[in-house]
């Protein structure tokens, strides 16, 4: 176990990110975390970023909370996925904040989504309640780009999310809408409000939103590369 160490600088291919994320499949987080001397907290309640944060130390990912992908250099997206016993995700994933103002001109091509999800590390992680934080094993990693219906799928809804945005209804979309791609509100209370623009061209102050991807595309894409 001492031969394994978290990666002190960014890795420099996706040859040895790979290398390094295949390295910590098997182990726990608690032993994860012992190795790189960060904190357990008891559960994720009030640290739900803490895994992300612990596989970022260990794959040396450099973003932090900037917009950009976590391993820059490499256009490579870190993501964790939490996992039932039978391999298929708990909950939706977050891919990036949706912009409700200033969105004339914007495309697909050029879109926050496409640059999040164009090259991304999957690092499925035991997510089951029942089994302590410290506990849950990593998963074997997989480094991912959409297939051409993928992509296709992603920016058809896309597309329908933004025009719906851009058309002032962003209060009226919901979770159903969009086959594999919804948006959501994304904020720490109900308080923290942001700007959009309203249905007749107003504007309005709206919850923070966030692209998450369904729990539909992202069982299809680990079933597919795991052949579960």
């Known amino acids: 176990m001492s031969l394994l160490s978290p990666l002190r600088h960014s890795p420099q291919s996706e040859a ?96 926050h ?37 993928e992509e296709h799928q992603l920016r058809m809804d896309w597309e329908e999310l933004m025009d719906l945005i851009v058309l002032g209804q962003v209060e009226s979309i919901t979770a159903r809408h969009g086959e594999v791609l919804q948006l959501r509100p994304k904020a720490a209370n109900s308080k923290a409000l942001t700007d959009a623009v309203g249905i007749h061209g107003q504007p309005i102050l709206t919850l923070p939103r966030g692209f998450y991807l369904k729990k539909n595309f992202t069982a299809a894409l680990l079933a597919q590369h795991f052949l579960l």
Not at 26 to 39: F, I, S, V
Not at 114 to 133: A, Q, S
């Open 113 to 149: 989504v496409r640059h999040k999800l164009k090259r991304v590390l999957w690092i499925p992680v035991e997510g089951e309640r029942t089994i302590p934080l410290a506990e849950r094993h990593v998963g074997a990693p997989l480094l991912w780009s959409p297939s051409t219906e």
């Open 16 to 111: 040895e990110l790979l290398a390094q994320a295949q390295r910590l499949a098997g182990y726990t987080l608690g032993e994860l975390a012992a190795m790189a001397k960060l904190p357990i907290p008891p559960d994720l309640k009030r640290d739900k970023g803490w895994i992300g944060v612990l596989l970022e130390i260990w794959l040396g990912a450099s973003a932090g909370s900037k917009p950009e992908q976590d391993f820059a250099a490499l256009g490579v997206e870190l993501k964790t996925i939490p996992i039932d016993r039978n391999g298929r995700p708990l909950e939706t994933t977050f891919v990036c904040v949706a912009p409700l103002t200033g969105n004339s001109g914007v495309t697909w091509e050029t879109s």
